[in-house]
Structures are given as structure tokens and as C-alpha cells.
């Protein structure tokens, strides 16, 4: 939660702004005050989006699943234009943090406090599904704790029911898959139609990250995430007695023999009332947001404005530059392009460089009691969770100077023709293409199954040519600051090599425009010289619509 500075309107329709409550790559959530003085978080979708008719049409039906279900357990809807020049859509704010941020802050929830939550979110899905909606990315992110009780938030992919029973065009034929992998259902994860079991079956992961601080499905690799979530028997041995039951049989693999919300308020049964419902730490995170609206708002909000568009980007220079004295210690335009990319939200789990693994056991212990509350008690930002497996039109164009611009991430058959790699023919991990990002990635194995290589592929899609760079320009100097700079390869825009956590002899990450190739061999001996090779090769394999 920040103050911005002068440039930009000082009104959102007939909302005054007050600051920025969180900013991501799609869009940005502020906080206003209405006509009569209530605060209100409205979610502005960034201009250069709103050009883009496909963009605007998911924002409408956004706003029109909003309008369904607000209520006592989703924040109301106050006004929305999805026609403006800008779309936006404001809701009444909703003080308290998200679930995810509480666990994080605080650590693993009590098992009172777990059936209260269960409770909670049966009795939100019973409305949102009474409205004819599916919820489609219920996460530990989407649930809000509030004073007096649970928010499920962000229907920014949410569909009327009829539309999968009908086999809907749009965002949910055949190959597409929606939601966010650790806590989507096997439906979801298989691209079948949708009921409202496929929520309850969300819900019950979230129960389940409640007792042990992640999904019970949530594997190294979004691969190794979705295989599980359709296969595996989850381990619920961190769940009390009490709430095993329930929560497998939430989690049944068949929609069928999952609990309808209705039927999991049974099971759970009443709820004791008491004046504090969450644990000591969500209150004190309450009080925090409001002391900093509090302050934000003593300065005067007649002077704020939105920031610039578009988002902010690290200071120009080369990314070439000439390392620092200490390899690891990241440069100042290597800062400021974290924080910017830091302040995004993140939809999808982070990328994996290694290969997959079992996820770990180990309940998480109790963690610092501290938390940044930039964006908890609103709507997250429009794009998360929206992916495909499918493979996109390919087209070679040259459209003269520019910035690199790359049209999706190559299918591993075609692009391994060129890629010098020798082994068993290379296994296509996964192809994803959602509204603003492709990527795939492409295992090589030698003849006892064990890994040669790895090569990924990361596209930034959906905004102007110039915009997806700077986003992808900012990411990658986010996790360069973690690995050593490579000064210069003759090719691409940056390059760093991974030093940390990684199980590969030696990884490779190069970007050029809005495509960063992630390349990983398990090899002695010129291991270095043989990444370059490939992450050359790699490049040259995506599909180019504009190069310069």
C-alpha cells in the first residue's frame, strides 16, 4: 500500500484515489473513497490492455460474475465500466489478509480454526454456485480472513455453469486448462467439463496447505503438479481426525463422490460462536493495513494520482555491463527491476530449472511474524491461472526494427531438430499458452532413464511488443540477481548462469525481447561451452514474428 506521485487522474469514474494497493503485469488494484466517503479497491486493467477486444470481453464477464455473487461472502460490486477507455471495476474493500499470507506470516493453522475456515468457504461456494457460477481458481491467495468471517475474491475466470455444460468456445474447449495447478481438480487438470465438484474439490487442498503450509498435490515441476492432482492419493496425515474425512472426501478423484457445499456444512457441523475467529496474528495484520490507510489517507488524498503507464523498468543501461567485484551482488538496475517485478502478482507457481522431484513431507515450522500487506484484502489482478495444452499457429514474419518479439514457445518435436543435443528423442514436459505467457519445456534422457538436459522456453504475450519485453526484462533481472552475470554471449540481450539450489552441472538463462531460454546439462567437462550452444539453438527455434 503506497502514495503515488503527481503524473495521472486524481478520479476512477466517481472515485477519488487514494494509492496503490497492489500492481501487477495486467493490471492494478487502488484504493479509492465513493462520493459518501467508503473506501472502495478498484481494479484497473492497464491501457495498453485495453485496446486488446479479447482482453476487454474476459473483463466483462468478470464484472458480470462479480455482480452474481456479491454478497456476505465475496466483495460487493459498488460500480464498474468495462466500457471505459480504462475498464475498471470497484468493490467494497475488504480489510484482512489472505489466507496464503496468513500461513506464510504466521505458520500452520489450528484445527479450530481450520473447521471455521472449512465452514466458511462451504457456505461461499454455496452461494457462488447458487448464483450458476464456478469459482474455477479458489487458492489460498482468492481467501480473505476478515473480522467477521471468510471473502472468497477474484472471479476473474469464473463461468456460468451452463457455458461448460454447453462446451463453451471460449476459454474452456478441449486442450485448455484453467485455474492454478496446485489447487485445481483432475477435471480441471485433464481439460473436462466443469461442475461445482471441481471447487470443493480446491477446497479441499486448501484444508489441507491449512495443516501443512502447501497443496497436497504440489510437485517441482507444473507437470510433476497436475500427474499428481489426477493420480496421486494425497497424504493427509497432517490432518486431525476430526477433519480427514471431510477433507478426503473432498479431494475424491471422482466430482461424484465429492460433498456438495450444502452436505460439507452437515458433515462439519455448527460452528461455535466467539468474538475472535482467526488467531492473534490476523488481527494484528489487520490493524497494520489499517494504521498504513490511515496514514496514507491523514497526507491529503486530493494530490494523489495513479502512477505512470506503463509499469515502471530498471534504469536504461547495457545488460552487459561489466560484472560488479562480487559476481552475486546485483547491480542497482538490477534492484530496481526486482522490486518492480517483486510488486506483481504471480498467478503461477515459480519455474522450475530442475527436474522433478518428490515434494517434501515436512510440515513447515512456524516462520516470522512479519508480512508486507500490499495487496491483502482486495481483488488480485485479472490474468491468473489461464493455460493450455495445445499448440498455437506458428508464423515467421519480419516487421522491421525493434525490439525481439516471439509469437509462442516451439513444440519440442520441431524444435529439437536444430537444438545439438544427442540422447533418447527429448520428452515434451509440458506446452503451456495461456492469455499472456507460452511456455515449454523439453527433457532429454540417455537410455537408463536418467537426465541429459533440459531446455525451456518462456514467451510474454498479450500486451504491446514493447510492454512484454519490459515485463520480461524485469523478471529476468529478478532472478539474475541471484545467479552470476554473463557479460557477453554475442547473442540475446542478458544472460546469467544459476549458482543456487541448482541439480545440474551447469544452467544457462538468456533473454532476448520477450522470450528467456532456460537451459540445464548434466554433463563433465565443457559443460558451459555446450549450455551456449544450445541456448543459442533454442533461440533460434521459437517462432519470430519481429527481430532486429
Not at 137 to 162: H, M, Q, S, W, Y
Not at 243 to 269: F, H, M, N, S
Not at 353 to 365: G, K, L, N
Request: proline share 9%.
Amino acid at each position: 500500500m503506497e502514495r503515488v506521485g503527481p503524473a495521472g487522474p486524481t478520479h476512477v469514474g466517481p472515485f477519488k484515489v487514494a494509492g496503490v494497493l497492489g500492481q501487477g503485469g495486467m493490471g492494478r488494484v487502488l484504493l479509492c473513497a465513493g462520493p459518501d466517503g467508503r473506501l472502495v479497491a478498484v481494479k484497473q486493467v492497464l491501457a495498453h490492455f485495453a485496446d486488446d477486444e479479447g482482453f476487454r470481453a474476459r473483463f466483462r464477464r468478470e464484472v458480470a460474475a462479480s455482480r452474481k455473487v456479491s454478497g456476505a461472502y465475496t466483495a460487493a460490486v459498488m460500480d464498474a465500466d468495462p466500457d471505459a477507455p480504462t475498464p475498471w471495476l470497484a468493490s467494497v474493500f475488504v480489510s484482512g489478509p489472505s489466507l496464503g499470507d496468513v500461513v506464510k506470516a504466521d505458520g500452520v493453522l489450528e484445527e479450530a480454526v481450520v473447521h471455521r475456515l472449512a465452514a466458511g468457504l462451504a457456505s461461499a461456494l454455496a452461494e457462488i454456485h447458487r448464483a450458476g457460477l464456478i469459482h474455477r481458481d479458489l487458492k489460498p491467495d482468492n481467501v480473505l480472513l476478515t473480522e467477521d468471517g471468510v471473502r472468497v475474491i477474484d472471479l476473474g475466470i469464473a463461468r456460468v455453469t451452463e457455458d461448460e455444460v454447453e462446451g463453451d468456445s471460449g476459454l474452456t474447449r478441449t486442450g485448455w486448462v484453467i485455474g492454478s495447478p496446485s489447487f485445481m481438480s483432475p477435471e480441471q487438470a485433464e481439460s473436462k467439463p466443469l461442475t461445482p465438484a471441481s471447487d470443493v474439490f480446491s477446497l479441499g487442498s486448501m484444508l489441507v496447505m491449512a495443516f501443512t503450509g502447501s497443496s497436497p498435490f504440489a510437485g517441482a515441476s507444473t507437470l510433476r503438479t497436475l500427474y499428481d492432482v489426477v493420480h496421486a492419493a494425497p497424504d493427509l496425515s497432517a490432518v486431525p481426525d476430526g477433519l480427514r474425512g471431510i477433507v478426503e472426501r473432498c479431494l475424491a478423484k471422482d466430482p461424484a463422490a465429492r460433498p456438495t457445499p450444502a452436505q460439507l456444512l452437515e458433515l462439519l457441523g455448527p460452528v461455535a460462536p466467539t468474538g475472535l475467529q482467526w488467531p492473534p496474528a490476523v488481527y494484528r495484520m489487520l490493524a497494520e493495513q489499517r494504521a498504513d490507510i490511515d496514514r496514507l489517507l491523514s497526507g491529503g488524498t486530493a494530490d494523489v494520482a495513479v502512477p505512470q503507464e506503463p509499469l515502471p523498468e530498471p534504469e536504461p543501461q547495457p545488460e552487459f555491463a561489466p560484472e560488479p567485484e562480487s559476481a552475486h551482488e546485483p547491480d542497482e538496475s538490477v534492484e530496481r527491476a526486482a522490486e518492480v517485478a517483486e510488486s506483481a502478482p504471480h498467478p503461477v507457481p515459480p519455474r522450475p530449472m530442475s527436474p522433478p522431484t518428490e515434494p517434501s513431507p515436512t510440515s513447515p515450522r512456524r516462520r516470522s511474524r512479519t508480512v508486507a500487506l500490499v495487496a491483502a484484502g482486495v481483488l488480485v489482478v485479472t490474468g491468473a491461472g489461464v493455460g493450455a495444452y495445445t499448440t498455437l499457429d506458428r508464423k515467421t514474419e519480419s516487421v522491421g526494427p525493434g525490439p525481439a518479439v516471439y509469437t509462442d514457445a516451439p513444440a519440442c518435436p520441431e524444435a529439437s531438430r536444430n537444438i545439438p543435443l544427442t540422447g533418447r528423442d527429448p520428452q515434451e514436459d509440458f506446452h503451456i499458452a495461456k492469455d499472456f505467457e507460452a511456455k515449454t519445456m523439453c527433457s532429454w534422457y540417455d537410455t537408463s532413464d536418467k537426465w541429459i538436459a533440459m531446455v525451456r522456453w518462456e514467451v510474454k504475450q498479450g500486451g504491446g511488443d514493447a510492454a512484454n519485453a519490459k515485463l520480461q526484462q524485469a523478471e529476468f533481472a529478478t532472478d539474475a540477481a541471484a545467479g552470476k552475470r554473463v557479460n557477453s554471449l554475442g547473442f540475446g540481450d542478458g544472460a546469467y548462469w544459476r549458482t543456487v539450489d541448482t541439480e545440474w552441472t551447469c544452467e544457462l538463462a538468456v533473454r532476448h525481447g520477450n522470450l528467456i531460454v532456460r537451459v540445464g546439462l548434466a554433463q563433465t567437462g565443457g559443460c558451459e561451452q555446450k549450455a551456449k550452444e544450445v541456448a543459442k539453438a533454442a533461440l533460434a527455434a521459437a517462432p519470430v514474428k519481429k527481430s532486429r
